[in-house]
């Protein structure tokens, strides 16, 4: 295939995947991959919803105030010029992200922040679907 990269290129570690993931839920839904509980020894009369994790609000009130409370008591300026910097590094192919990643983090800069300014510059990753 000519290496990694080129295998990368041509999609060929995902459509692996893929086409594993998919072998295996056919074999599952087949009976042919014996699951307990799922297509093998199934009790009828048990109810099997999922349960869904729901967070508590006084959690996510609680983890909001603590993130507006590191914005407030953080230097603005620091933080900002912190992000200002990790975005003129990202512009750079050939420079090295962590440093200016951890200053930001130093500065206490939020992974949002973060995030949002290296998107700014980078993109965002859209995986590419495989046929």
């Known amino acids: 295939m000519g290496g990694t990269l080129r295998a990368i ?15 295996i839920a056919t074999r599952k839904a087949s009976g042919e991959l014996p699951v307990i509980g799922v297509n093998r020894y199934v009790d009828d009369g048990e109810d ?20 507006r409370d590191v914005k407030e008591a953080r230097d603005e ?30 500065a206490k800069a939020t ?7 290296l998107e700014g510059v980078l993109g965002r990753y859209v995986e590419t679907p495989v046929l």
């Open 48 to 67: 099997h919803k999922v349960e869904v994790h729901k967070i508590d609000p006084e959690t996510e009130r609680t983890k909001i105030q603590m993130l």
């Open 77 to 106: 300026d620091a933080a900002q010029a912190a992000l200002t910097q990790l975005t003129e590094v990202a512009g750079d192919e050939s420079a090295n992200l962590m440093p200016a990643t951890i200053e930001a983090v130093k």
């Open 9 to 23: 290129e041509q999609s060929f570690f995902q459509r692996e995947i893929a086409d594993f993931a998919y072998d």
């Open 111 to 117: 992974m949002g922040e973060i995030v949002h300014a």
